[in-house]
């Protein structure tokens, strides 16, 4: 359950990446530089290879113009809409 929990997280996070990113017209590369980190790091943020720490949730909110207590909870609405995905109403546990 909680490695199912994480994955859910790290999916909602890739959600919310491309989202701001595509609205941006951003490609990796740009994003990339907009934030400073290698063009292999955001693809592995929009691939759920890593979990971003606090200073990366920090960071991405900068740089896709929003505040941090935006993005959060735009995050977790992701994350729920995973779960409900993964667990749709009536399935067994």
Same mark, same amino acid.
């Given at each position: 359950? =909680?490695? =199912?929990? $994480?994955?859910? $997280?790290?999916? !909602? +996070?890739a959600t +919310? +990446?491309?989202r701001h990113r595509q609205h941006l017209q951003?490609?990796?590369?740009k994003l990339a530089e907009r934030f400073g980190l290698s063009q292999t790091r955001i693809?592995?943020?929009g691939l759920c290879r890593? $979990?971003?720490?606090? =200073?990366?949730?920090? $960071?991405? !909110?900068r740089t896709f113009a929003v505040d941090i207590v935006t993005l959060v909870p735009e995050i977790e609405s992701a994350r729920e809409a995973t779960s409900e995905q993964a667990d749709p109403p009536g399935s067994a546990e």
């Open positions: 359950m =909680e490695k =199912e929990d $994480r994955q859910n $997280r790290q999916q !909602a +996070v +919310v +990446v491309g951003l490609s990796q590369d693809s592995d943020l890593n $979990r971003p720490t606090l =200073e990366t949730l920090y $960071r991405l !909110a």
